[in-house]
């Protein structure tokens, strides 16, 4: 199993934005990844910065941690301008990018780029972008030169020279539940990405929660036959923060976390960099001592 972490971009650079991924390598996380949002929730009101910029800089800060988005969505994103600039970012950091994408949600950035008034999209116009987004942005990671005419996407002979680092591009991270999603997950993802399930992350039990994440499992495995994949191609990766367990509470809550999830099939299980006074709050020390201690303690 691998640890990693996500460190929201929610402070200047100069005042402790980069001593936070700087501390992220030191500590030995396989990567730390931030959210790719206009605002978010409750930190809508206060700083948020952009996340493909705070990526380059953390790319030009640390020297081996893996960096990516979790996640990126088609809300307010085009994938003609997200390719360009992914394929900069992943030469900057000397191939270190994971691109986590997914169909987005309904919160405050999803309606920045609407007229005023205007409904967000319904989850099936979210699911409909996203099933043209992702085959889109696989070809213009992966060809030199591409034209589409699409029903929501267009791009006319966009040139995408030299291409990523990776080959044939930077790895895809989908973030999918519903049967579309993990469709594309199949069939574009290096891996998979679940927050646990939604409808009950405040009142599930812990049992509760788990079954739900092995569920979602057995239904990527019947979505990677369906493509002629072995589901075992794509890593497993599981946001904490949203299930009903609290896994930073304590060492020993979060080993114990860790354990049940590996034996679910989790191979990545990522944590939110604490931030005080938020849902996202936590003690650091023992934040710390998970990073250098928790996997060694699994064995």
């Known amino acids: 199993m691998r640890l990693s972490t996500v460190i929201l971009p929610d402070r200047r650079w100069s005042e402790g934005g980069r001593e936070s991924w700087q501390r992220a390598e030191e500590l030995g996380f ?23 910029p705070t990526l380059t800089a953390a790319a030009c800060a640390t020297s081996r941690l893996r960096l990516g988005t979790l996640v990126t969505s088609p809300n307010f994103r085009h994938p003609v301008t997200l390719a360009k600039e992914l394929i900069s970012l992943d030469d900057v950091s000397g191939g270190r990018i994971t691109l986590g994408i997914g169909a987005g949600g309904s919160g405050f950035d999803a309606t920045a780029l609407l007229p005023a008034g205007q409904e967000p999209w319904t989850p099936r116009e979210r699911a409909d972008h996203f099933a043209e987004f992702v085959p889109l942005l696989d070809r213009l990671l992966t060809q030199d030169v591409v034209s589409h005419d699409g029903e929501r996407y267009s791009a006319t002979e966009v040139r995408n020279i030299p291409g ?22 199949a069939r574009y993802g290096q891996a998979w990405v679940t927050t646990g399930d939604p409808k009950i992350a405040e009142t599930g039990t812990p049992a509760q929660s788990r079954a739900a994440i092995a569920g979602q499992i057995e239904k990527l495995g019947k979505a990677c036959a369906e493509a002629d994949r072995d589901v075992a191609e794509l890593d497993k990766i599981l946001l904490t923060g949203f299930c009903p367990e609290r896994p930073l509470e304590s060492f020993d809550a979060f080993v114990e976390f860790a354990g049940a999830h590996a034996e679910l099939g989790i191979d990545e299980i990522v944590i939110h960099w604490p931030i005080a006074d938020s849902i996202f709050a936590a003690d650091m020390a023992v934040f710390e001592k998970i990073a250098t201690e928790a996997l060694a303690q699994l064995g």
């Open 30 to 52: 396989h990567a730390a990844y931030t959210y790719d949002h206009l605002s978010w929730r409750s930190f809508r009101d206060g700083p948020w910065f952009g996340a493909i």
């Open 164 to 185: 990523c680092v990776q080959r044939p591009r930077l790895p895809f991270a989908v973030a999918a539940t519903g049967p579309r999603g993990l469709r594309l997950a």
